[in-house]
Structures are given as structure tokens and as C-alpha cells.
T-cell receptor, first 113, second 113 residues
């Protein structure tokens, strides 16, 4: 069965620092990849997604992610974080046509002013 | 606002009781997914319905059941509740099969006392 691993459970950064959150998945076939964000007390919102094409995907709020097929990775990056980026970030994968999302354990990001 | 509506937002009930959580998907979405989010288990996929039929089953307990009605809304029934069932229950919906993301509701926070 497919699974998703997120390497960092908690990340603490200062504003303007760069961010990279790791995500690896285990599945040998074609995958769709996602990063969702959950702000405190809110529902999950899509940051970005990869289905095919350019492996460097740009999302909302200045986030981007790079799909590296050979490494089964889909790391999330942002060059300069803001206090408002404090949230929990989830990497997720779907396989097949029915969009059942399998989530990683999540990474809690705290950005200090 | 994702367009997915969940009711109620909060629910407090006693052990051994039964509750029903309701989800209205986005207009036009045929798939509904239920997820459980808890501190120790993270985001767990429970079950998926597509146009009224069960499509995929995840880590759903036998005490839990779900259905999707002809108007496409869905209900998740939780019975013989235990303290460990306390969690945030999310519903998500997505359009017909294809490369698309799931849209999440605000969740129902269930507290079993």
C-alpha cells in the first residue's frame, strides 16, 4: 500500500528564513502529489499539486515544490517565510482515478517574528 | 470557503452513545471522503463514496458506518462511542474521476466524555 513520509514533525523558523519540508512517498506507479496547509483551527486548504508536466510546481502564497521521481520525493519550499505561514503542512498522494488522498503525518511550522 | 459544509461543528457526547455527522459536498462533486484527524493517528482516511456507492475503505472501525444519499450528501455514523473516538472528522469532496484535488470542509470536532 502507498504511504507518505514527512521527515520533520516540528520546524521553528524566524521570519525571512527559507523553508524546505521533506516528503517521500512509496508507490511505484503514477501518482498525483499534493501539499495541503491547515492553519490553526481551520480546515485543510490546497497549497499546490502535481499531476504531470513540469516537475517544479508553483502554488499559492509563494510556495513551490519539486517532484523528483527518482527519489520518490515532493519537497515543499518557500524562500522567505512569514509569521502568517505558521500552520501544519501535509503532503499527500493519490493513485488511480478516485482521488483517495493518503496523507503524511504532517509538519508543524512555527514562524517567529 | 471550500463549498463543503459539515454539521455540526462541535459535538460532545458520552461513551456508548451514537452520533451522526453530516456532510454536503460542493455542487457537482460526486465523490465524498471521510477522514479522522487525531493527535496520535494523524489524518486517517476512513471511507469514500462516489455517486452513492462505496468506492474505497480505509481504517474505518466496524462501529462506524457511512452512506451517501441520492442528493449526494453523506452521513458518517459513529456508534458505541469510546473516549478514543474523540477527534476531528473531516469530509472532503471532489469532482468526477480525473486529475483534481479534494476540497475539505471545516470539520466536526467530536468529544467523547
Amino acid at each position: 500500500a502507498q504511504s507518505v513520509s514527512q521527515h520533520n514533525h516540528h520546524v521553528i523558523l524566524s521570519e525571512a528564513a527559507s523553508l524546505e519540508l521533506g516528503c517521500n512517498y512509496s508507490y511505484g506507479g503514477t501518482v498525483n502529489l499534493f501539499w495541503y496547509v491547515q492553519y490553526p483551527g481551520q480546515h485543510l486548504q490546497l497549497l499546490l499539486k502535481y499531476f504531470s508536466g513540469d516537475p517544479l510546481v508553483k502554488g499559492i502564497k509563494g510556495f513551490e515544490a519539486e517532484f523528483i521521481k527518482s527519489k520518490f520525493s515532493f519537497n515543499l519550499r518557500k524562500p522567505s517565510v512569514q509569521w502568517s505561514d505558521t500552520a501544519e503542512y501535509f503532503c499527500a498522494v493519490t493513485t488511480g482515478g478516485y482521488n483517495k488522498l493518503i496523507f503524511g503525518a504532517g509538519t508543524r511550522l512555527a514562524v517567529h517574528p | 470557503d471550500s463549498g463543503v459544509t459539515q454539521t455540526p461543528k462541535h459535538l460532545i457526547t458520552a461513551t456508548g452513545q451514537r452520533v451522526t455527522l453530516r456532510c454536503s459536498p460542493r455542487s457537482g462533486d460526486l465523490s465524498v471522503y471521510w477522514y479522522q484527524q487525531s493527535l496520535d493517528q494523524g489524518l486517517q482516511f476512513l471511507i469514500q463514496y462516489y455517486n452513492g456507492e462505496e468506492r474505497a475503505k480505509g481504517n474505518i472501525l466496524e462501529r462506524f458506518s457511512a452512506q451517501q444519499f441520492p442528493d449526494l450528501h453523506s452521513e458518517l455514523n459513529l456508534s458505541s462511542l469510546e473516549l478514543g473516538d474523540s477527534a476531528l472528522y473531516f469530509c472532503a469532496s471532489s469532482p468526477p474521476p480525473g486529475n483534481t484535488e479534494a476540497f475539505f470542509g471545516q470539520g466536526t470536532r467530536l468529544t467523547v466524555v
